[in-house]
């Protein structure tokens, strides 16, 4: 990885035409890992004739160093000064020329995030004490072996890894443990198509292990040419102290989990995506409720009845009942006590501002607080259910996970 550095070089807007001569400007580019790029360029007359039009899709520039880089998504920052004018820069590719971000070019995708580790891995360093000196000791053992290798679809690959990283200093040595993903391709496929996979499985994570979690390192690769990405990387959250789905219990069903995930991303991602960021939330009002007790029921529509040709017709009450049911030998849902007519009607109360009278008990308040996280561990189940794994499984990792502290709330 490189640091935070200006090069210079010449820029300019690719062409399909090979034989049109490209338009060249004079400028630099200021990196920083995890943050935007700058692209700073002199020749303001004709930086203002090609930008026009609105923002330009991609710029491929060769650097001083001789370094290849496709700059995608670029748009107007600031003007300097009368000879210079600085643009954002979304994505940086640096090391190698694509014409558009759907332009097939590479078969690998590396993916790495801070605290996957925290969940996917084995216990590979271990301390060793001898005459009174002490060492890490490093099991390298299948090193080079995914931990879980799922084939997504045909010719496709989703698997995880673990390496070992050691960073040498004056006087002393730092060796760390870490995990990523990597995504496998027989075909040549695009940037894009590998940002919908790290999309899918950025979400995947987080509902491992139950927080938020964003990239930190995107690597492309092909035919033995490594390429990196560079863009601006948002913070994660602080990892819980116990994720949910259980890797060690459940690693031999994960390919399994993964391709059922990959399967049903499309109708289940909205569904996840407020589960997952309402736990970072300090504040709580009615609209939180009102989410999650809609994605019981987009659940219910989406997985529980899909009847070709028929709409459900059944209320809500039937619906979070049916639910209920499916998890009746759960034991956190035994606990939760979830009062179908008091969900019903505070859902119908805030969905439509019933007044008060009409729904006497809808709940407010810490009361309704509770209702809603009684909700979250509902549609957790749900989730994990949705993953292929039985009520045993699911028992299991609603148990030993922090959702056992939302189901205990009171």
């Not at 216990?123 to 009174?132: C, D, I, M, T, V």
Request: aromatic share 12%; charged share 25%.
């Amino acid at each position: 990885m490189i640091g935070p550095r200006e090069y210079f070089g010449d820029f300019w807007i690719p062409s399909d035409d090979s034989a049109e001569q490209p338009l060249k400007m004079r400028g630099r580019i200021k990196i920083t890992k995890g943050e935007c790029s700058i692209l700073e360029l002199s020749d303001c007359d004709i930086i203002k004739v090609l930008f026009n039009n609105g923002n330009i899709s991609v710029i491929w520039g060769i650097l001083f160093n001789n370094v290849s880089v496709s700059l995608f998504d670029v748009r107007f920052h600031q003007q300097i000064d009368n000879a210079l004018i600085s643009f954002s820069v979304r994505y940086t590719l640096w090391g190698y020329h694509v014409l558009s971000s759907d332009t097939p070019a590479f078969t690998e995708c590396v993916v790495k995030y801070p605290y996957l580790h925290n969940w996917a891995s084995t216990n590979r360093l271990s301390l060793h004490q001898e005459n009174g000196r002490s060492s890490i000791v490093i099991d390298e053992t299948d090193m080079h072996s995914p931990l879980v290798d799922s084939e997504l679809e045909s010719g496709e690959r989703a698997m995880i890894f673990e390496y070992i990283s050691t960073r040498i200093f004056p006087f002393k040595r730092e060796v760390e443990q870490s995990s990523y993903i990597k995504f496998q391709t027989e075909s040549i496929v695009s940037i894009n198509h590998f940002f919908e996979l790290i999309v899918e499985f950025t979400q995947f994570v987080s509902i491992a292990q139950y927080f938020q979690q964003h990239p930190t390192e995107i690597i492309f690769r092909v035919k033995g040419v490594t390429v990196h990405l560079f863009y601006s990387v948002e913070p994660s959250d602080k990892p819980r102290q116990h994720a949910l789905i259980q890797f060690p219990e459940l690693k031999d069903r994960l390919p399994d989990m993964m391709k059922r995930w990959h399967s049903n991303y499309i109708q289940i991602s909205p569904i996840c995506r407020y589960l997952i960021q309402s736990s970072r939330y300090n504040a709580f009002d009615f609209p939180d409720f009102l989410i999650i007790a809609h994605a019981l029921e987009g659940y219910h529509k989406r997985f529980i009845n899909k009847k070709k040709g028929s709409v459900d017709k059944r209320k809500y009450k039937a619906q979070v009942e049916v639910l209920l049911d499916r998890f009746k030998d759960v034991e956190v849902i035994k606990r939760i006590n979830i009062d179908t007519e008091v969900l019903t009607q505070s859902r119908d109360k805030y969905s439509h501002l019933i007044p008060d009278d009409e729904k006497p008990l809808a709940v407010e308040g810490r009361e309704l607080y509770i209702l809603t996280q009684k909700c979250k561990v509902l549609l957790t189940c749900c989730i994990l259910d949705l993953l292929g794994l039985t009520i045993e499984e699911i028992n299991m990792c609603c148990e030993k996970s922090d959702i056992r502290f939302m189901a205990d709330i009171t």
